[in-house]
Structure formats: structure tokens, C-alpha cells
């Protein structure tokens, strides 16, 4: 059996028995939520048990992380349309507070999933690098520093990509910002699934950002959603 290049790198010199794979959204019909189905079989035909959490939207996830959703969860909207270009209804102050709140509230529901099931590795997908939920992806690498799991971080999509994310409304933002997207924490490896045609301002800026990314070319142009 072939395994994918991403998975080499997911099943990298350690013995799994237990993956954990996390993303926005499965079982829908966009292109990561099919990249994750197909993942999930490899891995299973290799013996190994796969679970995987998502948001509320979702068809066939094993943990359901309320308010993980991006675009569709109201709380993650609002404080993504206050989080760039400049505040509409509320202050800085106000913002923090919902982010903190938000971050909490996900938090303690990614400690409660890694103390049930207790993966040996976790494939965080796009969460990392998109920008849409940024509770969201400080308690996971929250809870992921606390829980020290060894982890990938697969990211196909990348917030500086979106002309709207390029434009903080507040240096806290823009903290969040670097220190989530990506984390740089050693026990978690970083891997781009770009289409052949990525400019390589993509390929150059995560390589800023993430000491010993790999990346990994799509064979043929593709766009893959969140």
C-alpha cells in the first residue's frame, strides 16, 4: 500500500496506535474534508485507530468541538469581522474579552477530548494557518503545550493569502497572529500542501515562520477550501 507523502510525515519515527485528527469541519463536500476521509482509511488499513473532532457542522466526527466552526459559528463571526479592517460594534478592550472567553470555552473542550481519548498523534488541519478562528487556535496550542502530544500541523490555506487578514485592527490581533499562525513549539511539525502553482512568497514566508516546514506540491493546480 502506498502511503501519501503528508501521512509519511505524520507517522515519523514513532509508534501510533492512536490518531486524532482535528479540523473546522468532516464529512462535508469540500477538499480538505476529503483529503481527511482519505487519510482515515490509510491509516486504519495500517491498524491504526483514527477519531476524529470537528465543529458542529460536520457528518461522522467522533468529538464535537462547539464553536470550533469557522464562517458559520455567529461568536467566530463577529470576532473575525471585528479582528480585521478596523472595529464596527465594539472597542479593543470589548474584542479581547470575547476572543478570551471564546478561547476558553474551546479550550477546556480540546483538554476534555485529549483526556478521553488520549491520541498518540494529532493531525491539526488548516486551524494553524487560515485566520478565520483565532480562539480557536490559541487553546488548541494551548492545550496541546500543556499535553505536550506530538503533532503535525497540515496547512493548505494561509491568512496574509486574504487581502481583508492582512490588516489587523489592533496590535493584539497581530500578536495573536504570530504567535498561533503557526506556533512554533518543538513537538509540533509543520507541513504545506500547496498546488504546483503556489507563488513562492507562500512557500518563503512559512519557511520564515517555521524552522524545517516541509513542503509538499500538489501534482497538478488545485484549490482546496477550508
Not at 502511503?3 to 505524520?10: D, R
Not at 481527511?36 to 477519531?51: T, Y
Not at 479593543?92 to 491520541?119: G, S, T, V, W
Amino acid at each position: 500500500m502506498q502511503v501519501p507523502i503528508v501521512l509519511q510525515y505524520v507517522l515519523y519515527n514513532y509508534l501510533i496506535m492512536k490518531v486524532l485528527i482535528i479540523h473546522f469541519r468532516v464529512g462535508k463536500t469540500d477538499g480538505v474534508s476529503g483529503e481527511i476521509d482519505a487519510w482515515k482509511k490509510i491509516l486504519e488499513k495500517m491498524g491504526i485507530e483514527v477519531r476524529l473532532a470537528a465543529g458542529t457542522i460536520n457528518r461522522g466526527a467522533d468529538y464535537i468541538v462547539e464553536g470550533l466552526e469557522n464562517q458559520l459559528d455567529s461568536e467566530v463571526f463577529t470576532i473575525d469581522e471585528e479582528s480585521f479592517g478596523g472595529f464596527k460594534n465594539m472597542n479593543e478592550r470589548e474584542l479581547i474579552r470575547r476572543i478570551n472567553l471564546h478561547q476558553e470555552k474551546l479550550k477546556a473542550q480540546f483538554d476534555n477530548i485529549f483526556d478521553i481519548y488520549k491520541p498518540d498523534r494529532v493531525i491539526v488541519s488548516n486551524i494553524f494557518s487560515v485566520g478565520e478562528n483565532l480562539p480557536a487556535a490559541g487553546a488548541l496550542a494551548q492545550s496541546l503545550l500543556e499535553k505536550q502530544i506530538k503533532t503535525v500541523a497540515i496547512h493548505h490555506d494561509f491568512y496574509w493569502e486574504d487581502i481583508r487578514h492582512k490588516k489587523p485592527t489592533c496590535q493584539y490581533i497581530s500578536d495573536q497572529l504570530d504567535k498561533y499562525f503557526p506556533p512554533r513549539d518543538s513537538f509540533i511539525r509543520h507541513a504545506c500542501i500547496i498546488a504546483a502553482i503556489a507563488s513562492m512568497s507562500i512557500i518563503l514566508s512559512m519557511r520564515l515562520r517555521v524552522h524545517g516546514v516541509k513542503i509538499i506540491r500538489n501534482p497538478v493546480p488545485v484549490c482546496v477550501r477550508t
